[in-house]
C-alpha cells in the first residue's frame, strides 16, 4: 500500500531560525504532491504543490525521488507560521493521502 | 469565492443514533469526500463521490454510509453511532481527474455520548 510519513508530530522552532518539516513517501513513478497547512480556528488549505515549484509564504518544497522524500523547508521561520502541516501524495484518480500531521509552533 | 459548507460546527449524540452529516459545495465540483481527523492520525478518507449517485470506499468505511443525489451535496451517514466515531469531520472538493487542489469545509465535531 502506497504509505506517507510524517516522523515529527510536534515540531518547535524559535523565531527567525530555519524550519524543515519532514515527508517521506513509498510510492512508485512519478507521485504528484502537496502541502496543506491548517491554521488554528481555520480551514484546512493548500499551502503548496511540487508541480509548480512555488514559494509561498517563503515555504518551499522539492521532491526528492531518490530519497522518496517531500519536506518542507522555510529559512527564517514567522510566529504566524505555527499551524497543523500535512503532506498528501496523490494517490492516483482524485484522492489525496493525508501524512499525520506536524504541529508547528514558532517561539517568539 | 470557493465555498464548502457543513450543516452543523458542533453536533453532540447519543450511541446508537443515527446521524446526518450535510456538505454543500458552491463551485460545481464533480468530486466530494469526507474525510475524519483524529490528533496523531491525520486525516482519513471514509468515502469519496467523483459523481452524482456515485460512491467509493475510502480506507475507513466501516460504520458509516453517504449519499450523493445532487451534485452540490454530499452526505454522510452514521447508521448507529458509536464513542469511537467521536472525531472531527472534514468534507471537502475538488474538480475532474488526476490531482486537483481539494477545498474544505470548516468541519463538523462529533461527540458520541
Known amino acids: 500500500a502506497q504509505r506517507v510519513t510524517q516522523p515529527e508530530k510536534l515540531l518547535s522552532v524559535f523565531k527567525g531560525a530555519p524550519v524543515e518539516l519532514k515527508c517521506n513517501y513509498s510510492?512508485?513513478?512519478?507521485?504528484?504532491l502537496f502541502w496543506y497547512v491548517q491554521y488554528s480556528r481555520q480551514r484546512l488549505q493548500l499551502l503548496l504543490r511540487h508541480i509548480s515549484r512555488e514559494s509561498i509564504k517563503g515555504f518551499t518544497a522539492d521532491l526528492n525521488k531518490g530519497e522518496t522524500s517531500f519536506h518542507l523547508k522555510k529559512p527564517f521561520a514567522q510566529e504566524e507560521d505555527s499551524a497543523m502541516y500535512y503532506c498528501a501524495p496523490h494517490q492516483g484518480a482524485q484522492k489525496l493521502v493525508f501524512g499525520q500531521g506536524t504541529r508547528l509552533t514558532i517561539n517568539p | 469565492d470557493v465555498k464548502v459548507t457543513q450543516s452543523s460546527r458542533y453536533l453532540v449524540k447519543r450511541t446508537g443514533e443515527k446521524v446526518f452529516l450535510e456538505c454543500v459545495q458552491d463551485?460545481?465540483?464533480?468530486?466530494m469526500f469526507w474525510y475524519r481527523q483524529d490528533p496523531g492520525l491525520g486525516l482519513r478518507l471514509i468515502y469519496f463521490?467523483?459523481?452524482?449517485?456515485?460512491?467509493e470506499k475510502g480506507d475507513i468505511p466501516e460504520g458509516y454510509s453517504v449519499s450523493r443525489e445532487k451534485k452540490e451535496r454530499f452526505s454522510l451517514i452514521l447508521e448507529s453511532a458509536s464513542t469511537n466515531q467521536t472525531s472531527m469531520y472534514l468534507c471537502a472538493s475538488s474538480t475532474g481527474t488526476g490531482a486537483h487542489e481539494q477545498y474544505f469545509g470548516p468541519g463538523t465535531r462529533l461527540t458520541v455520548t
Open positions: 463551485m460545481d465540483h464533480e468530486n
Open positions: 510510492y512508485s513513478g512519478s507521485p504528484e
Open positions: 463521490s467523483y459523481d452524482v449517485k456515485m460512491k
